[in-house]
C-alpha cells in the first residue's frame, strides 16, 4: 500500500528566505506527483504536476523534482514571502496494480508553513 | 465553467437526515473525484468517475454513501441517515484524464462542501 510521508509537519520562517519541503512515499510504482497548496478553509491549488518519466518542473519561484527510485520529491521555495503562508501537499498516482483503486491519489498530511514578516 | 463549482459551500444538518452535495467540474473533464477531509485529518479518497461510470466504489465509508453523475458532468453525493461523524469538508476535482491503468493526469479542486452534522 502507497505511504506518503510529509517532513516537516511545519514549518516558521522569515520573509525572504528559500526553503524546502519534502515528501517521500513508499511505492515507486507511480504515474506522477502533484504538489498542492490549501489555505485555511478552502480547497486544494494544483501547483505543479511532475510525471514520472520528469526530474523536475518549475514555475515562478516554484521547483519541484522527483525521485522516483528513491521515492523522493522535494518543493523548493524560492524568496519566500508571507502570502506563501499556507499547507502544502504532495500526492501521488499509482499505477494500478493489485489492491489499488483506480482513480485515487495518496496524499501526505502536509506540510504547515508561516511566513512572517 | 473555469474552475470545478460546488453546493452548497456550507451545510448544517441534523442528525438521521439526508443530505445532497453538488458538483460541477470543469468543463470538458471526463474524470472526475470525491474526497473527504475531516479536521485534523489527511484527504480520504471516496470515488472516481470516468465518464458516467464509478468502476470502483470501494472508497465510499458505508452503505449511507453514494454517488452518481449524469451526463459525464455533474455529480452528486448523497448521504443518507446522517451521523456526526460525517462531518467534515467535501472536496470535488476533475482532470482531462483518467485511464484504467491508473493514470489520473493533473487534478482541479473546488472549494469544497463544509459538512457540520447535529
Known amino acids: 500500500k502507497q505511504e506518503v510521508t510529509q517532513i516537516p509537519a511545519a514549518l516558521s520562517v522569515p520573509e525572504g528566505e528559500n526553503l524546502v519541503l519534502n515528501c517521500s512515499f513508499t511505492?515507486?510504482?507511480?504515474?506522477?506527483l502533484q504538489w498542492f497548496r490549501q489555505d485555511p478553509g478552502k480547497g486544494l491549488t494544483s501547483l505543479l504536476l511532475i510525471q514520472s518519466s520528469q526530474r523536475e518542473q518549475t514555475s515562478g519561484r516554484l521547483n519541484a523534482s522527483l525521485d522516483k527510485s528513491s521515492g523522493r520529491s522535494t518543493l523548493y521555495i524560492a524568496a519566500s514571502q508571507p502570502g506563501d503562508s499556507a499547507t502544502y501537499l504532495c500526492a501521488v498516482g499509482n499505477i494500478r496494480g493489485r489492491g489499488s483503486t483506480l482513480g485515487r491519489l495518496y496524499f501526505g498530511r502536509g506540510t504547515q508553513l508561516t511566513v512572517w514578516p | 465553467g473555469a474552475g470545478v463549482s460546488q453546493s452548497p459551500s456550507n451545510k448544517v444538518t441534523e442528525k438521521g437526515k439526508d443530505v445532497e452535495l453538488r458538483c460541477d467540474p470543469i468543463?470538458?473533464?471526463?474524470?472526475l473525484y470525491w474526497y473527504r477531509q475531516s479536521l485534523g485529518q489527511g484527504l480520504e479518497f471516496l470515488i472516481y468517475?470516468?465518464?458516467?461510470?464509478?468502476?470502483?466504489k470501494s472508497g465510499l465509508p458505508s452503505d449511507r454513501f453514494s454517488a452518481e453523475r449524469t451526463g459525464g458532468s455533474v455529480s452528486t453525493l448523497t448521504i443518507q441517515r446522517t451521523q456526526q461523524e460525517d462531518s467534515a469538508v467535501y472536496l470535488c476535482?476533475?482532470?482531462?484524464?483518467?485511464?484504467?491503468?491508473?493514470?489520473?493526469?493533473?487534478?482541479?479542486f473546488g472549494e469544497g462542501s463544509r459538512l457540520t452534522v447535529l
Open positions: 468517475f470516468q465518464g458516467n461510470s464509478a468502476p470502483d
Open positions: 468543463s470538458g473533464h471526463t474524470a
Open positions: 476535482a476533475s482532470s482531462s484524464r483518467g485511464d484504467r491503468a491508473g493514470n489520473t493526469g493533473e487534478l482541479f
Open positions: 511505492d515507486s510504482a507511480i504515474y506522477n
